[in-house]
């Protein structure tokens, strides 16, 4: 029983920005690494940005420089900043996070996505 919630989509004009939230909860033990995956029309869905427990972080290089990703283990929040969008960053935006459960085991779960778009 895991669930991962997101905020923070919306309509943006080239250059602005937004900030995305993903927060987890239900039976968890720890979560291991949080990230956010983007799928735009007519394209795959690809890696936007990772984070690790101990906070390294990864990003697509389309992305660096203009987004950022960030956590809050405490509140098993996971936060992406958007900053200087462009109209290719329209997509939908889903949360990840890589759950290690009371079992032990380690699972990844989704968000349901956030839709992001950026036009003039």
């Known amino acids: 029983q895991v669930q991962l919630v997101e905020s923070g989509g919306g309509l943006v004009q080239p250059g602005g920005s937004l900030r995305l939230s993903c927060a987890a909860s239900?039976?968890?033990?720890?979560?291991?690494?949080m990230g956010w995956y983007r799928q735009a029309p007519g394209k795959q869905r690809e890696l936007v940005a990772s984070i690790t427990s101990g906070g390294s972080t990864n990003y697509a290089d389309s992305v660096k420089g203009r987004f950022t990703i960030s956590r809050d283990n405490a509140k098993n929040t996971v936060y992406l900043q958007l900053n200087s969008l462009k109209p290719e960053d329209t997509a939908v935006y889903y949360c990840?996070?890589?759950?290690?459960?009371?079992?032990?085991?380690?699972?990844?779960?989704w968000g349901q996505g956030t839709q992001v778009t950026v036009s003039s």
């Open positions: 239900g039976s968890i033990l720890s979560i291991n690494a």
């Open positions: 990840n996070a890589r759950i290690r459960r009371l079992s032990l085991r380690e699972y990844d779960y």
